[in-house]
């Protein structure tokens, strides 16, 4: 079984501060992901990855930036956190045969 | 965008009622997948459809996809009280050589026992 794990459930921080949010999976996959959910808008992706130090931007990357220096740890980074992150963060990883997505549990951070 | 969106956002049955989600979208996909999120967790695969498929089956689980509609629908049959949750349909598009997905907001079913 994949298993995705994620640095924290919760984080509380406060506004200006730099957040790591850390994701680790165990089945060597190649494609991992990053993904934000608030309600009423879904899921949306912020960054994935593909390759170790390979990076794409997805389609709400400002105020955030990612690390892949290893394959099986793909990290997001709120460089100045600010209130309108307060959010669900859900780490994803796919393999390269299947389209499914393997999550993690999910960090909920609140920015105050 | 490709979004797909859920409808209805919200459903509330009796357990052993079926429960039906409908899904729409705007472009052309490669394939559309069913994720279940339990409350304050992770989504969890539930099953996927090609776009050359019509129809397909895993358990109590039943998908339909109309391409010529751009939709899809969710049977659940016999619903059980956990089978609670949210249910998202996501949308496999292509960014380069990269497929990239998107999800819908969701319809949060209430099976109540």
């Known amino acids: 079984d994949v298993k995705v794990t994620q640095s924290s459930r919760y984080l509380v921080k406060r506004t200006g501060e730099k957040v790591f949010l850390e994701c680790v999976q165990d089945m060597d996959h190649e494609n991992m992901f990053w993904y934000r959910q608030d309600p009423g808008l879904g899921l949306r992706l912020i960054y994935f990855?593909?390759?170790?130090?390979?990076?794409e931007k997805g389609d709400i990357p400002e105020g955030y930036s990612v690390s892949r220096e290893k394959k099986e740890r793909f990290s997001l980074i709120l460089e100045s956190a600010s209130t309108n992150q307060t959010s669900m963060y859900l780490c994803?990883?796919?393999?390269?045969?299947?389209?499914?997505?393997?999550f993690g549990p999910g960090t909920r951070l609140t920015v105050t | 965008s490709q979004q797909g969106e859920e409808d209805p956002q919200a459903l509330s049955i009796q357990e052993g009622e079926n429960a039906t989600m409908n899904c729409s979208y705007k472009t052309s996909i490669n394939n559309l997948q069913w994720y279940r999120q339990n409350s304050g967790r992770g989504l969890v695969h539930l099953i996927l459809i090609r776009s050359n498929e019509r129809e397909k089956h895993s358990g109590r689980l039943r998908v339909t996809l109309d391409t010529s509609k751009k939709s899809s629908s969710l049977l659940i049959t016999a619903s059980r009280a956990a089978d609670t949750a949210s249910y998202f349909c996501a949308t496999a598009g292509r960014l380069g050589n990269f497929n990239k997905f998107y999800f819908g907001s969701g319809t949060k079913l209430n099976v109540k026992p």
């Open positions: 990855s593909y390759d170790v130090k390979m990076k």
């Open positions: 994803a990883t796919r393999g390269t045969v299947t389209y499914e997505q393997y």
